[in-house]
């Protein structure tokens, strides 16, 4: 499975903003999908993950309520909206695939490359 995603920019406190991850190869199926960012200086966490049916959906506590993680099976694709953005929010962005839920990144079985959110006061 490959993974790319797509949708960071620079955006100004408050903004919304939508990361979209698609899956290329084999695609998403029976895969959980996870998001996850890593900002500069800082280690990678957890941002929120689904499972594949999207009947278990889990947010760091960090962004409960900020954010909507959902997938489109048929497409491929699993989005994270954010919303009321935040300077702390800055960050490489990753989607990672697995095929159990989890909020682990050392047991995702694969990672997309990262796309950059910065968000300015």
């Known amino acids: 499975v490959q993974l790319v995603e797509s949708g960071g920019a620079l955006a100004q406190a408050g903004d919304s903003l939508r990361l979209s991850c698609a899956a290329f190869?084999?695609?998403?199926?029976?895969?959980?999908i996870a998001w996850f960012r890593q900002a500069p200086g800082r280690e990678r966490e957890f941002v929120a993950v689904?499972?594949?049916?999207?009947?278990?959906?889990l947010y760091a506590d960090s962004m409960k309520g900020r954010s909507t993680i959902s997938r489109d099976n048929a497409k491929n694709m699993v989005y994270l909206q954010m919303h009321s953005l935040k300077p702390e929010d800055t960050a490489v962005y990753y989607c990672?695939?697995?095929?159990?839920?989890?909020?682990?990144?050392?047991?995702?079985?694969?990672w997309g490359k990262g796309t950059l959110v910065i968000v300015s006061s």
């Open positions: 689904i499972n594949w049916s999207g009947s278990t959906i």
């Open positions: 190869g084999r695609g998403l199926s029976g895969y959980a």
């Open positions: 990672a695939a697995n095929g159990v839920t989890s909020d682990r990144d050392d047991v995702m079985d694969y």
